[in-house]
């Protein structure tokens, strides 16, 4: 039994100063969780009870479809890293150190390349397969912005796990496998979840997808469509090569356009000088060219423009997933400086590519389709051109999925609107395929006697962050309400009288009497705490029952409370065991 | 069920060739655990396993004396460290990291700190206190010499714990119940102990006292008293000041001593040539100036002399254990080179003291008792010095336990004499006050409304390290013997019938049966693999339980064998079951 009295924990009145979700809130608030560390958070009893629930649903699911529990440690040496050439790739998202023997080493992000060697190391031939390991183990990512409490930290727990098989056809039934158990658990742990089509990333690979819990505090930002099962991480879109532009166009005409180096002042130019015989000059009419600076692994740089039309922006986090392991910024004012070919507010695309004399690379949104004429900068001060046509007068380097997707943009697969929503990662499930055993050499004889390179696949579900994720969904103005499944107890006794008195004596006795009957009871036994105060903390901790034992016992009965449903009722002090229990059981 | 054909396993017919010690070579061989980085270990399924059912043990035991379970990060900033001068005063056992953002962190070697800044910002006043809080959690060591395996790594899951009282009392009582706890923790292990005095170290404080499980693979030394209950690290073992010699001494004397720059060829010269009256000189009636370089956290270096015996050895770890945070080592070459005063082979104390010209700390072990005579060098090549008495002639800076305890030895209680043994710590109790509380600033209100510092004990159990020791006392030419407390499974089935012939089938209704009791099973469903391997594969593996289904069940029998017990015993298959239910009850 849960004592208040003597539990390690402390409700907060007020919200934290630096909580902007409401996970970080109500369980730094409800004294779940405490700030150890930028991105690190110390769990105390409440919260540890609550993570250990949902490692253990994690845990029986992954166990039940065959995958074997092992665990790796955390700090590893470099050499591994570099076969793979991650060492570099991670960038400063990996933690590196330095041993007292001037060795490197790192704190592990994600473990491909242990799993794979390990394998390598036991398994030789084509029997010992297929397998599936796993692990539940902190990990450790330098996040460049770590925030939302658990949802982006820097020290987190996380269930990965690693499948190995001979063939195509296998890995595709052991990420069948993951899909499912992930399915079971998300389930289990009564949290929503949206399977998207996902980037690769840092990971390498193919076919990924991404569990997303849409919470309106998560940062990955995903499209479904309307009409069809499409759905995607909005970094994971493909617009895909639309129709090409087959109209005939004017020859290109320079204006001079005198203070216009925005869009809408362009447009506003241009309708009241350069009129359109058809209609109005709009944004989407000009083709805006974006100035990045990519930072590759190794720290060099370099200036990339992308071409959009004017009318959309450029979503950084979609251009990342595409230039990744580079990492993805607007070029800054020295940046700018040390190019006097682009002229800010009139840049073109005439003088750019790169085989052209700035060697800069120019690439192209999809929306930029060939043969559509446009309206650009004419790479000279209050200068525009209009009619510049796409592989008429200028060409770029390549294409790139680029502009920011909006609701109602055709569905990649049926044209019909997608909606967009925000969401947060929970899981992730990956085709890795050969990319880890090639590198480390991992083969395996097949029946036929003969080395064939083993095909991967890696799935994580982040542990720590499935507690937030809850925390987000199952909350109100009053504080949390974890479901049954992953409370930190299943009933919430508080008790109103004083010492020794009748409630109190009546109140243990009902404790006692849940906690024979199976169930964790956490008891408010405090004194000294007023009624008042009782009820708020009960409120704010969130266990699913909430039994009263107090005046009303005068009259024999006691109240008991579903946080859930909202609801109070009077039960017999006799039956009250009862009521709880067909209450959790519920 | 664990099937051997399926689990990520893979036994070894010869040792690894870095592993000294059985529980190392074993748990390797046996398939429990690989190494994966210099002190850093993965563990494959069956080793996990055992962790597991170790670190359960620890948590019932840990719950069941009342302390809450908590968790922090490994990760932690530098500045709460610099608090306590831990992070200077860790030296090169620290593990230290720059961030993205240029910020210092460490590996939390122990977390003392972070405990107490818990309690400071949850707890205010008396009531509150006593708690105990403990964490099972992973620590890292930047050990200089990681060796044996799982007994001294660099990354290791320890239990560690704090308690937070008002006054020594309270601390008394935390403590005891700490040690009663960790008393029916080894017990349920299995793994003997000997509860030794032991020295503070880095820790601070006052009391303290180590688990040791009598090991030889073991680190530690201890002595043990064969009359009283006195036991002690070495390190800890206070020799205390000896009776003062008051005989009457003669002047002292230089003598020529050419070539004996050791000890042994000074005794035979002097006896050779300046004969004692009364008896022969011996090695005891030297003094031996034995000088080291200690190293102190701040990185800097100082040269002190200690003088003790001639016929005693100085053990480097007492030293160490006492001038903690330092460490020390012989001064080597260019250290003597930097001291020209110092005349190998004929250093005497005359020129030594912080006080001399040359500024070197003198410190003596309690052996050389004041107003006892010594023969000792002269500070010039080829001379000693006769009758050299201690508070007459020459001096010290202090005194400092430092040669080598042996056997015989009189107990410092009894001054009967001591026996010594090696051991590994697998525990260890801490009484240390108000150090952390005092520095950090831990202050709660008392009954009378005074700010008081609260005092505190810490507490650890090296979990990771329990399975080595376990495997280090439970194991036989064979391979390992577990305890059934903690084996990987309860009882292990050799199946020595091909696919689904009748000894296949039966083997599998025993095992499901076996299941169905409750029992945890292990059954070597391997095709193609021999009889005898399959046999040589369950001794080494270990489960305290085998069951042979193979050529006996023609008969009707199958063999139950008990690891422990060395037996092999024909049961009726019918009667298996519950013969092998009631081994397993023990």
Redesign the interface.
């Known amino acids: 039994m849960l004592r208040l009295s ?5 409700t907060l009145r007020e919200d934290p100063s630096d909580a902007e979700v409401p996970s970080h809130r109500l369980l730094v608030r409800a ?1 779940y969780i ?1 700030r ?3 991105g ?6 409440l919260g ?1 009870r609550v ?1 250990r629930r949902v490692e253990a649903i994690v845990r029986e699911e992954m166990d039940a479809m ?1 995958a ?10 470099r050499d591994v890293y570099e076969q793979t050439n991650r060492w570099n790739e991670y960038g ?2 990996l ?3 330095v ?2 023997k001037g ?1 490197d ?1 790192l ?1 592990g992000p994600t473990h491909e390349e ?1 799993f794979t060697l ?1 394998v390598k ?3 030789s031939s084509y029997p010992d397969l297929p ?1 599936s ?1 796993y692990q539940i183990q ?1 990990k ?1 990512r ?1 996040e ?1 912005r770590p925030r939302a409490g658990l949802l982006r930290g ?2 987190f727990l996380m269930k990965d796990s690693y499948s190995f098989d001979i063939d195509g056809a296998g890995l595709k039934k052991s990420y069948d496998d993951h899909r499912d158990a992930y399915e079971r658990i998300f389930r289990r742990l009564h949290l929503p979840y949206v399977i998207v089509k996902a980037m690769s990333g840092a990971m390498g690979g193919s076919v990924s997808e991404e569990f997303l819990a849409p919470i309106e505090a998560g940062e990955d930002t995903f499209v479904r469509c309307t009409s069809c099962d499409y759905a995607a991480n909005t970094e994971a879109v493909a617009t895909g090569s639309l129709e090409p532009d087959s109209v005939g166009h004017p020859a290109t005409t320079e204006v001079v356009t005198p203070g216009c180096g925005t869009i809408a002042s362009l447009v506003d130019f241009l309708n009241a000088n350069n009129p359109r015989p058809d209609r109005p000059w709009g944004a989407s009419d000009t083709l805006k060219n974006v100035v990045l600076s990519l930072r590759h692994p190794d720290g060099s740089r370099e200036t990339v423009v992308i071409g959009v039309p004017g009318d959309r922006e450029v979503d950084l986090k979609r251009v990342e997933a595409q230039v990744s392991p580079a990492e993805v910024e607007p070029l800054d004012e020295a940046g700018f400086a040390a190019h006097p070919r682009l002229v800010r507010g009139y840049i073109g695309p005439q003088v750019l590519g790169a085989a052209s004399a700035a060697g800069i690379r120019y690439l192209l949104d999809p929306n930029v389709v060939p043969g559509s004429a446009w309206v650009t900068g004419a790479n000279r001060a209050d200068t525009h051109v209009l009619h510049l046509v796409n592989g008429r007068d200028f060409s770029c380097d390549g294409e790139i999925e680029a502009v920011e997707v909006r609701a109602g943009d055709p569905c990649p697969v049926c044209s019909r609107p997608v909606e967009i929503a925000r969401g947060i990662e929970i899981g992730h499930v990956f085709q890795l395929g050969r990319l880890y055993a090639d590198k480390l050499g991992l083969q395996v004889l097949d029946q036929n006697g003969k080395q064939v390179t083993v095909t991967m696949g890696s799935y994580g579900i982040g542990v720590s962050r499935a507690v937030a994720s809850i925390a987000e969904v199952f909350n109100d103005e009053l504080g949390l309400k974890w479901p049954r499944a992953v409370a930190p107890a299943d009933v919430h006794v508080v008790v109103t009288g004083k010492n020794d008195d009748a409630i109190t004596q009546a109140a243990e006795a009902l404790a006692r009497d849940l906690e024979s009957r199976g169930l964790e009871v956490l008891i408010d036994d405090r004194n000294g705490v007023s009624p008042g105060v009782k009820f708020k903390d009960a409120e704010l901790i969130g266990i699913p029952t909430i039994v009263v034992v107090g005046k009303s016992l005068a009259d024999g009965n006691v109240e008991v409370r579903d946080r859930h449903a909202g609801t109070n009722t009077a039960v017999a002090v006799g039956e009250a065991a009862e009521a709880v229990v067909a209450l959790s059981r519920g």
Chains 1, 2 share one sequence.
Request: glycine content about 6%; charged content about 25%.
């Open positions: 003597q539990l390690f924990v402390r004294g405490r150890a560390a930028p690190g958070y110390t769990w105390l009893p540890w993570l065959g074997q529990e092992v665990h790796f440690p955390a700090l590893l040496p400063d998202n933690f590196r150190l041993d007292r060795a080493y704190l242990m390990r190391d036991l398994y397998v390991l902190t450790y330098d460049a820097r020290e």
